[in-house]
């Protein structure tokens, strides 16, 4: 006799493969639009979710609001039937639903799960029975289980509960982090292996077969607090190594040894070492945020996360020491920062991208401005910047060229784009806060 998820896996299967399954993805930002995506390229039915109606507007006219993703890929996805919409009625036509919204921290530091408890609250009356309903978004583990499968349960009109073993009918829960590095284009999307953990072990199934079909590999785990812990871990890795690179730099630049020229060596080391750089401090929606998602939930267990705590304190901390490098540059120039002209190099938290979510440029401005300082920004990927969540600014990139009027020019973010040799040449002094201008020879030059 065929069990319940035998039925379901086996209906879900021939939908997959006939690509008739419909698939739900709410959140269309940088994570859920090219998720949207890569299942169009395969043929799959998607439709988007989001709250904010001028997305919606943009993909269902045909264009795009990430300027790595082209509108003509957009347009690709029309053709396979991706539209998006914000009616949460539609949740009830998808046979699979992957919530992917932001997880930031509030003003307390803390985990702010408001979006995702939103999420889940506005599609559990329309979920149906056998739907396959999965979290993308990072965060703590115990998420999926203590938060999103009590308001799925309470919150459908079916009365239906979460499937806990293979007989069990009702809804199929997973957590799968999403490993999206925007960006980086050295592994192509379908060949970053998907880590599943379901809440039964036909949620895990099921998740595994949806996403069997875009990635060459999937990973399953036993629960989804081991899939959302293992993000974590991914994330806390970069966040503690990066930390440490920092630190070292720091030690470097008193010893006059040149921290990239050590990382440089020591990478070609064949096992047991990874390469991680220093820069002017962390940004993004992940590694500056995730780690303290841990260290929150590690409280209740009375639990200390030190690793955390400390690389925290030393990323958080290098933005101020940008600030103290370009004021002894401008020292060494007889000129003190306040009264400075300064442009900074790059908005952006990484290069050759347009996301400024926590960027470290953001609070190296401010600084500057507190000092006194007249700041100036280029960045060609954002024209205008105004205020967001943790500062207001409210600036119009400045042409990159006459760079002979400012004090110093501080490189936060090295685009591909820029002439360094040239920015050096013009320039009266440059700190270097990513070795952008790596064998460019000049007194002019501070690294930091
Ligand atoms: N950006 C990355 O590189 C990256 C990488 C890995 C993981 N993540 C994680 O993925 C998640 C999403 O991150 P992102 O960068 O895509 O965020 P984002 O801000 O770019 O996109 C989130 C989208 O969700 C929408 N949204 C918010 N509430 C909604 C609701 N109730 N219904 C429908 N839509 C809603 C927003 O309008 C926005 O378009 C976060 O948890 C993040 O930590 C991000």
């Given at each position: 006799m065929t069990t319940v998820t035998e039925n379901r896996l086996a209906e879900l299967k021939k939908k997959l493969e006939s690509r008739e399954a419909r698939i739900g993805i709410v959140g269309m930002g940088y994570v859920g639009l090219p998720l949207a995506l890569l299942f169009s390229s395969e043929r799959f039915h998607v439709t988007g979710f989001d709250i904010e109606a001028r997305k919606v507007n943009t993909l269902n006219s045909g264009?795009?609001?990430?300027?790595?993703?082209?509108p003509a890929s957009i347009q690709e996805a029309q053709k396979a039937g991706f539209r998006a919409t914000s009616?949460?009625?539609?949740?009830?036509?998808?046979d699979a639903v992957i919530i992917c919204v932001p997880t930031p921290l509030n003003e307390h530091h803390e985990p702010d799960l408001s979006y995702v408890t939103g999420t889940v609250e506005s599609l559990a009356p329309y979920i149906h029975e056998g739907q396959l309903i999965v979290l993308e978004s990072t965060t703590y583990p115990g998420t999926t289980e203590e938060l999103v499968v009590p308001i799925l349960e309470k919150g459908n009109l079916f009365g239906l509960k979460v499937a806990r073993t293979l007989d069990d009918s009702g809804i199929h829960v997973v957590f799968s982090p999403e490993r999206e590095d925007p960006?980086?284009?050295?592994?192509?999307?379908?060949d970053i292996p998907k880590v599943v953990g379901g809440c039964g072990p036909a949620a895990s199934q099921l998740a595994a077969v949806l996403y069997g079909s875009i990635f060459r590999r999937v990973v399953p785990v036993s629960s989804p607090s081991v899939a959302e812990m293992t993000k974590l871990l991914e994330n806390i890795y970069r966040c503690v190594n990066i930390a440490l690179v920092n630190e070292l730099k720091q030690l470097c630049m008193r010893m006059g040894i040149d921290i990239h020229e050590v990382i440089d060596a020591a990478k070609t080391?064949?096992?047991g070492f990874q390469a991680f750089y220093p820069g002017p401090g962390l940004g993004g929606h992940c590694i500056p945020i995730d780690p303290f998602y841990l260290s929150w939930k590690a409280k209740e267990f009375d639990f200390q996360t030190r690793f955390i705590e400390l690389a925290g304190e030393v990323n958080l901390h290098m933005p101020y020491f940008v600030i103290e490098q370009t004021a002894a540059g401008l020292n060494d120039q007889?000129?003190?920062?306040?009264g400075s002209k300064v442009l900074v190099l790059?908005?952006?938290?990484?290069?050759?991208?347009?996301d400024l979510r926590e960027s470290p440029s953001l609070t190296i401005i401010e600084l500057l401005r507190e000092k006194g300082a007249l700041v100036f920004y280029n960045d060609p990927y954002f024209p205008t910047v105004g205020h967001g969540r943790h500062y207001d600014l409210n600036m119009t990139s400045t042409p990159l060229?006459?760079?002979?009027?400012?004090?110093a020019v501080v490189i936060v973010t090295d685009h591909s784009d820029y002439d360094y040799k040239a920015i050096v040449e013009q320039s009266k002094l440059v700190i270097d806060?990513?070795?952008?201008?790596?064998?460019i020879q000049s007194p002019k030059i501070v690294h930091c």
């Open positions: 264009g795009s609001y990430i300027v790595r993703i082209l009616n949460y009625t539609e949740i009830s036509q998808m960006g980086n284009d050295s592994v192509a999307r379908h080391k064949p096992f007889c000129k003190s920062l306040k790059g908005l952006a938290y990484k290069r050759d991208i347009d060229d006459n760079l002979g009027q400012y004090d806060t990513r070795n952008a201008t790596k064998g």
